[in-house]
């Protein structure tokens, strides 16, 4: 037997390590588990994770994921386009939306700005953003980053960033429990946070 074909196990293991939080005892863990005894459900992982790598893209206005050109928010035109709201993860903005508190528009960062690196730009897509910015008639940005340390220093080179930028600057209220993520805060208190927003600029 060649050493490719008796390695398949080992590719597998490496492969699921690919997962947040999945290090090399967990990784042989679930590829005994999907060998042994779920078959058919490891097929159709396969089958669910080439779908989505083929459909799924990035929303060309918010960031998102979304199957066509354009997400279901930005293709609403009943929205209010001159209010741009700066989130980090997709979760973000169905949180959000269950909050029904903003009627404006997204832009999904992607990421965070890891404050113990020395804020690094990479980890958020500023490119698109700026050119989100450019391109678009924008009166108000809201900045709704986290409230932790990472969503801080992220709010801060936003911040710093759209210094020259002819927009009303904002952020969400500080009525959040600190160290909070948004998509753990409770409906009525992102919606309060979002209606008693402050000036950053
Ligand atoms: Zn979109």
């Known amino acids: 037997m060649s050493k490719k074909?008796?390695?398949?196990?080992?590719?597998?293991?490496?492969?699921?390590?690919?997962?947040?939080n999945v290090g090399p005892k967990t990784a042989q863990r679930m590829a005994y588990e999907l060998l042994q005894h779920k078959r058919?459900?490891?097929e159709e992982l396969v089958a669910a994770i080439q779908a989505a790598l083929l459909q799924?893209?990035?929303?060309?206005?918010?960031?998102?994921?979304?199957?066509?050109?354009?997400?279901?928010?930005?293709?609403?035109?009943?929205?209010?386009?001159?209010?741009?709201?700066?989130?980090?993860?997709?979760?973000?903005?169905?949180?959000m939306e269950a909050a029904n508190c903003h009627d404006g528009l997204y832009?999904?960062?992607?990421?965070?700005?890891?404050?113990?690196?020395?804020?690094?730009?990479?980890?958020?897509?500023?490119?698109?953003?700026?050119?989100?910015?450019?391109?678009?008639e924008i009166d108000?940005?809201?900045?709704?980053?986290?409230?932790?340390?990472?969503?801080?220093?992220?709010?801060y080179v936003l911040s710093q960033l759209l210094t020259n930028?002819?927009?009303k600057i904002t952020r969400l209220a500080r009525g959040m429990p600190l160290g909070g993520e948004l998509e753990y805060v409770d409906a009525g208190t992102l919606a309060q946070a979002?209606?008693?927003?402050?000036?950053?600029?």
């Open 56 to 95: 799924i893209h990035h929303c060309r206005l918010c960031n998102t994921f979304c199957e066509g050109e354009l997400c279901d928010i930005c293709a609403d035109e009943q929205r209010d386009s001159k209010r741009l709201m700066l989130v980090q993860m997709p979760v973000d903005v169905a949180s």
């Open 165 to 167: 930028f002819p927009a």
């Open 5 to 20: 074909s008796t390695d398949a196990l080992g590719r597998l293991t490496n492969a699921l390590k690919v997962l947040p």
């Open 107 to 136: 832009f999904v960062l992607m990421g965070q700005v890891n404050p113990g690196q020395g804020a690094d730009l990479n980890a958020i897509d500023l490119d698109k953003l700026i050119i989100r910015l450019q391109e678009h």
């Open 40 to 42: 058919a459900g490891a």
């Open 194 to 201: 979002v209606y008693e927003r402050r000036n950053v600029k």
């Open 140 to 155: 108000e940005v809201i900045i709704a980053t986290n409230f932790t340390a990472e969503g801080d220093a992220t709010a």
